[in-house]
């Protein structure tokens, strides 16, 4: 399972990095391979904005139909459009292509609570 060490996660299973001063959102290795392939991405709308565990957004798979939930606090500014076409992206770059959205305002307190990959990986072991 790739966990990517400068990432932060959240116990939902979605990655935080911080890129260009946004705070850019995606789903991780784990999840994206338990969903299988995805078929479809409902990204939020730019502008939205989202609190810390909400939903804000959804991958549909062959398999089954899944919440995104907001590991942080902030306002959409940005969206993965590729998404819209190329679904699959999350599938096969989940880390990189296949990100979600980016946030803006986002708490610094809010992300230095979401987890590293070395407790990310000790959250995976305790669900297997």
């Known amino acids: 399972m790739n966990i ?3 990432l932060k996660y959240s116990s939902d299973h979605e990655w935080v990095a911080v890129v260009d001063g946004k705070t850019r959102i995606g789903i ?10 995805v078929v479809y991405v409902d990204l939020p709308q730019v502008g ?20 995104l939930f907001a590991p942080l606090s902030g306002t959409v500014v ?10 699959e992206l999350v599938n096969s770059d989940a880390y990189g292509e ?4 980016e946030l803006e ?8 609570a979401l987890l590293d990959a070395e407790a990310y990986q000790e959250l995976l072991e305790g669900q297997g």
């Open 4 to 6: 990517p060490a400068e």
């Open 98 to 101: 296949g990100w979600i959205c």
């Open 78 to 87: 940005a969206t993965n459009d590729a998404l819209e076409d190329t679904p």
């Open 28 to 37: 991780t290795d784990y999840a994206q391979d338990a969903l299988g392939d």
């Open 48 to 67: 939205d904005h989202v609190a810390a565990g909400s939903v804000f957004g959804e991958v549909e798979s062959t398999k089954s139909v899944s919440e």
């Open 105 to 112: 305002g986002t708490d610094p307190v809010e992300y230095e």
